[in-house]
């Protein structure tokens, strides 16, 4: 694995040392049930607490009855979204985005299968939500709202606090849910501050150098939720399962390390910058899928006109380079991206679009060998492209058609 420059950090993130260190007694000698009664078994129930109170602290929630811990954030928006309406099965309207991530997305989806009616809102060409559609999406039987607070794909930042705080001024029994998986740990969130009115927000340790198959659903006090997995008494009775402890105390060891590094998201945007300026420089016909909008300091999705997104990360691997074409829950698909397509992509660039996001692990070296190595993969594979004419380094607009780009 030496010489791997990864940027890929919106698909996972590598367990930091210090999560694997803390993590490690509770895969042996500290092995107990935290539900026992013996002294031993208690002192691993107070793991759990400290890891409790930890997430608790990075999002400004209450530790003692708003955090519950889950498999993921892919269980946390499933329960929030489920939980919500097994609660209150008379309001039958749900709102949510063209561009949510499959865990919500494939939700909605079943939701109105079983006969919710789901409001699905559009973006720009940017990707921002128009926040006078979503107010027009408001009625008087809509149950929940469920919003990213970043998109996974281009970084994209939506208004969640102002989006909370126009639902519950509209009606108190909105509930507002947030699947904040690609910002938790990489922007301040903060629940008893700016995002007072959110009621449930996902998170998973993955996304912040934490282990994967283990997340968070913040449940504000008096929340109306029914839950999802029924069982023992664990997480005070409303998500059955003996705890997965050595996950726990993982995800509570890169939430201590996430609060801790926070204030380096400046550093991090200024390397995404400074890639994402050679790269326009450099490269011809190249996009920046976001720009314009508020973004992710980590995240930089180009849309590469005229050649296959597949073909660019085939390169890009070997070269040792990691990147993605988008979600990392739909990279096997060879359909394009629904977020792109949401956001009307040319369909020149619509399959050639690559993610590069990074993180605090990520290096100036590393920025610039692929400053160094991508444009000469994009001018190498557009050479083999039906759709681009090589003297002129512009596509070949009379084999692309109307659907393509515009000629500058």
Known sequence: MGGIIYLDNNATTAVAPEVAEAMAPYLGERYFNPSSMYAPAGAVAGAVKEARAAVAALIGADAEGEIFFTSGATESNNWAIQGAARARPERRRLITTSVEHPAVREVMREMARLGWTVDELPVDRAGRLDVAAFVRALRPDTLLVSIMHANNETGVLFPVAELARIAKETDPGILVHTDATQSVGKLPVDLAGEFRHVDLLSCSGHKLHGPKGIGALFIRRG???????????????????????????????????????????????????????????????????????????????????????????????????????????????????????????????????????????????????????????????RRLSPYWDVAAATPRFDAIGADGPTPA
């Open 223 to 381: 929340t109306p939720l029914r839950p999802l997995l029924l069982g023992g008494h664990q997480e005070r009775g409303r998500r059955g399962g003996t705890e997965n402890v050595p996950h726990i105390v993982g995800l509570g060891a890169a939430a201590r390390l996430a609060a801790a590094h926070l204030g380096e998201a400046a550093q991090i945007a200024a390397r995404r910058d400074r890639l994402e300026k050679a790269v326009l420089e450099r490269i011809p016909w190249v996009e920046v899928n976001g720009a314009g909008a508020e973004r992710l300091p980590n995240t930089l999705n180009l849309a590469c006109h005229c050649i296959e997104g597949e073909s660019i990360l085939a390169q890009l691997d070997a070269q040792g380079i990691c990147a993605s074409s988008g979600s990392a829950c739909t990279s096997g698909s060879l359909d394009p991206s629904h977020v792109l397509k949401a956001m009307h992509v040319p369909f020149t660039a619509l399959h050639g679009s690559v993610r590069f996001s990074l993180s605090r692990l990520t290096t100036d070296a590393e920025i610039g060998r692929v400053i160094d190595v991508f444009p000469r993969i994009v001018e190498a594979l």
